[in-house]
């Protein structure tokens, strides 16, 4: 029930920047159980290692809200890849889903203190 709207959310928020490949996305998902993962995964087609930071907090932490931060934490690594757009997926009460675009902006020039102007 869940993984047959995500895509609906997805198509709402991605395509005015004309991305349409779920793929091309980094994921946080709050957790929610591996059922709602194993929806996701399979109804927006995704390769196996785009759930696999979520997958590993629920294995470690259970499904709770406290391990959000701890999911948010592990998926940096899978910005590293140079992927620009992500999506953030919160599962409630009721199945209600809440989701945050994000974007990764990477910062090519250094950061320049006070000091340096000296």
């Known amino acids: 029930m869940v993984g047959d709207n995500i895509e609906n959310v997805l ?7 004309g991305i349409s490949d779920w793929n091309s996305l ?3 998902v709050h957790l929610g159980g ?8 399979q109804n927006l087609g995704l390769k196996e290692e785009k759930l696999r930071a979520s997958r590993h907090v629920l294995s470690e932490y259970g499904n709770m ?8 934490e592990e998926v940096k690594t899978t ?6 757009w992500g999506v953030l997926f919160g599962f409630e009460l009721g199945l209600t889903v809440e989701n945050i675009v994000l974007r990764n902006i ?5 950061c320049i203190s006070a000091h340096d102007d000296a």
């Open 65 to 72: 809200k406290g391990p959000m931060k701890k999911s948010m």
């Open 79 to 84: 910005t590293s890849d140079g992927l620009e």
């Open 26 to 28: 980094f994921y946080i």
């Open 11 to 17: 198509v709402k928020e991605f395509s005015p920047n």
């Open 106 to 110: 990477l910062i090519d020039t250094p």
């Open 34 to 41: 591996p059922k709602i993962l194993d929806e996701i995964q």
